[in-house]
């Protein structure tokens, strides 16, 4: 599976951005499609899923104001980001991963994508 996010960029706060991330190669056995964030000086953490079902979480940072989403015609994850604010700095990285049952999970990742919010 390889993953190509794209949509990063930089805004004022409270201003909006859309990544995206489109997928190729044996996609249909990924259970869960994400994205995550890592700002300078600190981990990469979750910032929201969404199932093969549709089912979506988020960070409670984000809640209400990011939404991910997915279009299945063009292998594509969404994650609208509104009402922007500077802690939201970081490069933004897609996620997908399959369950391995009791064996864990195969994890893929994109590229980052820089994403500033200027206060």
């Known amino acids: 599976v390889q993953l190509q996010a794209s949509g990063g960029g930089l805004v004022q706060a409270g201003g909006s951005l859309r990544l995206s991330c489109t997928a190729s190669g044996d996609i249909f056995s990924i259970n869960t499609w994400g994205w995550y964030r890592q700002a300078p000086g600190k981990l990469r953490e979750l910032v929201a899923t969404?199932?093969?079902?549709?089912?979506?979480s988020y960070a409670d940072s984000v809640k209400g104001r990011f939404a991910i989403s997915r279009d299945n015609a063009k292998n594509t994850v969404f994650l609208q980001m509104d009402s922007l604010k500077p802690e939201d700095t970081a490069v933004y990285y897609c996620?997908?991963?399959?369950?391995?049952?009791?064996?864990?999970?195969?994890?893929?990742w994109g590229k980052g994508t820089q994403v500033t919010v200027s206060s």
């Open positions: 996620n997908a991963f399959m369950g391995l049952g009791p064996f864990g999970r195969q994890d893929y």
């Open positions: 969404i199932t093969s079902g549709g089912t979506s």
